[in-house]
């Protein structure tokens, strides 16, 4: 299951028996996190890690197009995990009842980018304000420059637009967490196989400069939409199993603080964090169920999985648990 709405990752799906819990932007690269970081105490967390089994490592960089809270789920929900196709979309339909075979799907996101003389940088989408109604004409008026490349569009919710087209199928994209607040250049869909999504952005780009729509966002203060982002795109492998009753579960209350460099504001959502899930995921040991923790940050996770603490390693841990460096480090 996905905690919060615009994550990037299917929400409410079960892939998994026992209970696995990913927290995405458990350390970020921002100065204010990184400044935030001293003060961090997570008891119930570092208490939890010391009846849990040693950690293991993904490790990925920063350069990576998915992120690593993506590659986690991914494999969560037993798919292959290749940089920028991780069939997301795809995985979301089918677990709300779709039947999407084999076909490719794809997230597309309406996007304000702010254009600078020699960058352009893409706000958070949250800033755009973008209700229902206007989403809905945006999409109608876009859709047809989209069908002529053979990708059809329909409305999921006002940030989220669903996309189904063979363009989908092999093309890496970046996710978009990666972009968030960062310059686009590194990130658009290269080579000749990009060529398509990119004539694309820069045919919306014209046309959304054109439309009244923007020009009333913009006399009541809001920004226009002027372009858009494709993720979570690909086709479920055909032996892809089936969602099982319990599952992962992705916990999204640091990812907007930290996209928003609110070094307060992220160390504040990990109190909050701590404090409800740590007992959670210690009464599901109690109970006898099994337990994953996967910590992420921008290029590395870390997971701790139960069973695996010996006695001795358990009663060791109370006197001295896991520091937040131990556990936050090299993400």
């Known amino acids: 299951m996905c905690i919060a709405g615009d994550c990037g990752i299917p929400d409410n799906t079960a892939v998994s028996d026992g209970v696995h819990l990913i927290v995405p932007f458990a350390a970020c690269a921002s100065e204010a996190c990184a400044r935030a970081l001293p003060g961090l105490q997570l008891p119930q967390l570092r208490r939890l890690l010391g009846r849990l089994g040693a950690p293991g490592v993904d490790r990925g960089t920063v350069d990576d197009l998915s992120m690593p809270h993506e590659r986690a789920f991914a494999r969560a929900c037993g798919l292959p995990v290749a940089d920028g196709l991780l069939p997301l979309a795809a995985l979301q339909l089918r677990h709300d009842g779709r039947l999407v075979a084999d076909e490719p799907w794809a997230w597309i996101t309406p996007s304000h980018w702010r254009v600078a003389r020699d960058h352009i940088v893409m706000a958070h989408p949250q800033e755009l304000q973008l209700d229902g109604d206007d989403s809905r004409a945006l999409l109608a008026l876009m859709a047809p420059y989209f069908a002529e490349d053979g990708i059809h569009l329909e409305y999921q919710a006002p940030l989220r637009w669903l996309a189904r087209g063979e363009l989908f199928r092999a093309l890496p994209t970046a996710s978009l967490d990666r972009v968030v607040g960062r310059t686009v250049d590194g990130w658009m869909a290269g ?10 952005q820069q045919e919306m780009q014209m046309l959304l400069y054109t439309v009244p729509l923007n020009d009333e966002r913009q006399r009541a203060g809001l920004l226009p939409v002027n372009s858009f982002w494709v993720s979570g795109n690909g086709a479920l492998p055909a032996d892809a199993p089936p ?10 209350q640091l990812r907007d603080a930290a996209l928003a460099d609110d070094g307060a504001a992220w160390a504040a959502a990990w109190q909050q964090l701590d404090a409800r899930e740590g007992p959670r995921l210690q009464a599901a040991l109690d109970q006898g169920h099994s337990v994953r923790l996967t910590l992420c940050g921008q290029a590395n996770s870390r997971s701790w999985a139960s069973p695996g603490a010996s006695v001795w390693r358990r009663l060791g841990s109370l006197l001295s648990p896991p520091s937040i460096a131990g556990m936050l480090g090299g993400l």
Request: aromatic letters at 0%.
């Open 191 to 200: 080579g000749d196989a990009g060529r398509p999504l990119r004539r694309l």
């Open 243 to 252: 969602p099982s009753p319990a599952g992962a579960q992705v916990a999204q």
